[in-house]
């Protein structure tokens, strides 16, 4: 490659060089960080139910109750039956599985949310031990566990007695507030079979629901495998299309929509901008050969042949597209740094966050979270998208290096 002579052609062209090197850098930037933020949508969208140690959340659309009396299921849920949820626990994608039986109680001194815990838990009983405050974390005979908000609330501490419909309790513990980040939460726990006694004994449920099952649930909690990359909440709703699905698509479309380079929209502007490029880059090389005709004869009759002057222009395209490539991976990086300080915030749905709305005490639970961008500069997606911004115009400079063969040596003797 000559070198010199190349340089000479920049030198000459300097505004259109500068401003294709530009253009190639911007667009690599944005290309860099529109997949970094793809990537980190997944990592972002977890969050809500990592609190609790979950993947997937399963609900079921039920009735309305039509009075808020004694015990119901919050937000028209319906009871889960035992077959449902096995097979709920037996897809393929499913690590581990757990339910609980979840209900408001409306009582003449108070409302409570309480959650019905099996006593082989496998996702709650590591929260309920990690979060207690005071007492024991046994939900035997008849002992419940209570959150330290609750317990200020109503002033009932370790031992106290509780009555719930029928039911007499013990206060075995107290546990710290806000203990699973506003997903199902909870002021009591308990024994899911006294959970479930709780809420047979409520006319409500009754009027609504067939609760002869020996034990049911109505949220069931799965810990499912990142590496499945099967269509999750079309596999749950083909056991039940009443079961409502709470996962990371739930909130993935919310941060899409925030993050407007990675949305729909963005992507087809992207697109765009992408084609309008690639259009320009093959505008140039055209125009760099037409004015280069004479050029390309006279080394031609000098005895360069075709493969020669290929070499020629595709080293002048990576000589280009290198510098464009590096001052890419600077804006890049840049880019990283400034968006991993941005905020992205994501609304539990009321579902899953379930306290009564029409009590404004119970209505001020915060469910709004909050978390800065968990995007860091990957040196192996910026090779491969360097590899690939290289591959991609490489590919189109061959492609019209075709052309080469129409410049005869003969040309510039006759003209």
Same mark, same amino acid.
């Given at each position: 490659?000559?070198?010199?002579?190349?340089?000479?052609?920049?030198?000459?062209? /300097?505004?259109?060089?500068?401003?294709?090197?530009?253009?190639?850098?911007?667009?690599?930037?944005?290309?860099?960080?529109?997949?970094?933020?793809?990537?980190?949508?997944?990592?972002?969208?977890?969050?809500?139910?990592?609190?609790?140690?979950?993947?997937?959340?399963?609900? +079921?659309?039920?009735?309305?109750?039509?009075?808020?009396?004694?015990?119901?299921?919050?937000?028209?849920?319906?009871?889960?039956?035992?077959?449902?949820?096995?097979?709920?626990?037996?897809?393929?994608?499913?690590?581990?599985?757990?339910?609980?039986?979840?209900?408001?109680?409306?009582?003449?001194?108070?409302?409570?949310?309480?959650?019905?815990?099996?006593?082989?838990?496998?996702?709650?009983?590591?929260?309920?031990?990690?979060?207690?405050?005071?007492?024991?974390?046994?939900?035997?005979?008849?002992?419940?566990?209570?959150?330290?908000?609750?317990?200020?609330?109503?002033?009932?501490?370790?031992?106290?007695?509780?009555?719930?419909?029928?039911?007499?309790?013990?206060?075995?513990?107290?546990?710290?507030?806000?203990?699973?980040?506003?997903?199902?939460?909870?002021?009591?726990?308990?024994?899911?079979?006294?959970?479930?006694?709780?809420?047979?004994?409520?006319?409500?449920?009754?009027?609504?629901?067939?609760?002869?099952?020996?034990?049911?649930?109505?949220?069931?909690?799965?810990?499912?495998?990142?590496?499945?990359?099967?269509?999750?909440?079309?596999?749950?709703?083909?056991?039940?299309?009443?079961?409502?699905?709470?996962?990371?698509?739930?909130?993935?479309?919310?941060?899409?929509?925030? #993050? +407007?380079?990675?949305?729909?929209?963005?992507?087809?502007?992207?697109?765009?901008?992408?084609?309008?490029?690639?259009?320009?880059?093959?505008?140039?090389?055209?125009?760099? #050969?037409?004015? /280069?005709?004479?050029?390309?004869?006279?080394?031609?009759?000098?005895?360069?042949?075709?493969?020669?002057?290929?070499?020629?222009?595709?080293?002048?395209?990576?000589?280009?597209?290198?510098?464009?490539?590096?001052?890419?991976?600077?804006?890049?990086?840049?880019?990283? /740094?400034?968006?991993?300080?941005?905020?992205?915030?994501?609304?539990?749905?009321?579902?899953?966050?379930?306290?009564?709305?029409?009590?404004?005490?119970?209505?001020?639970?915060?469910?709004?979270?909050?978390?800065?961008?968990?995007?860091?500069?990957?040196?192996?997606?910026?090779?491969?998208?360097?590899?690939?911004?290289?591959?991609?115009?490489?590919?189109?400079?061959?492609?019209?290096? /075709?052309?080469?063969?129409?410049?005869?040596?003969?040309?510039?003797?006759?003209?």
């Amino acid at each position: 490659m000559m070198l010199n002579y190349f340089m000479a052609f920049c030198k000459a062209n /300097r505004m259109k060089v500068v401003l294709l090197v530009s253009s190639v850098a911007l667009y690599f930037a944005i290309v860099a960080l529109s997949l970094g933020l793809e990537r980190s949508i997944n990592d972002i969208a977890a969050l809500p139910l990592q609190s609790i140690g979950v993947q997937t959340i399963v609900q +079921k659309e039920g009735e309305i109750p039509a009075r808020m009396i004694g015990a119901v299921f919050p937000h028209s849920n319906a009871p889960i039956s035992e077959q449902e949820y096995k097979r709920l626990a037996g897809l393929d994608f499913v690590l581990a599985a757990d339910r609980g039986l979840y209900f408001w109680f409306f009582g003449q001194e108070h409302f409570l949310a309480a959650l019905g815990v099996e006593s082989g838990s496998k996702v709650f009983a590591d929260i309920l031990a990690a979060n207690l405050e005071q007492g024991s974390v046994s939900l035997d005979d008849q002992h419940i566990l209570v959150t330290q908000d609750f317990a200020a609330k109503t002033g009932v501490g370790v031992g106290d007695a509780m009555t719930i419909g029928k039911e007499q309790f013990s206060v075995g513990g107290v546990l710290k507030a806000n203990l699973s980040g506003n997903i199902i939460p909870a002021d009591i726990y308990m024994d899911m079979r006294e959970a479930v006694l709780v809420v047979r004994q409520s006319e409500e449920m009754r009027t609504l629901y067939k609760l002869s099952e020996d034990s049911f649930g109505n949220v069931v909690m799965l810990q499912t495998d990142p590496q499945d990359n099967a269509d999750k909440e079309a596999l749950i709703k083909a056991i039940n299309t009443k079961f409502l699905v709470f996962s990371e698509k739930t909130f993935s479309g919310e941060i899409q929509q925030q #993050l +407007k380079i990675v949305s729909a929209s963005g992507r087809s502007a992207f697109a765009a901008i992408g084609l309008l490029l690639v259009a320009a880059f093959s505008l140039m090389v055209s125009y760099n #050969l037409k004015t /280069r005709e004479k050029d390309i004869a006279l080394l031609r009759m000098l005895g360069w042949k075709l493969l020669d002057l290929k070499k020629q222009f595709l080293g002048e395209t990576l000589l280009l597209f290198a510098n464009a490539i590096i001052f890419g991976n600077i804006l890049a990086f840049g880019g990283i /740094r400034f968006l991993s300080g941005l905020e992205v915030s994501m609304e539990l749905p009321w579902d899953i966050s379930a306290r009564p709305h029409f009590l404004p005490a119970e209505n001020a639970i915060e469910r709004v979270i909050t978390s800065t961008i968990p995007i860091t500069y990957d040196p192996m997606l910026m090779l491969g998208v360097s590899s690939g911004f290289l591959l991609v115009f490489l590919s189109i400079s061959l492609l019209l290096l /075709r052309r080469l063969k129409k410049i005869k040596p003969l040309e510039v003797q006759n003209g």
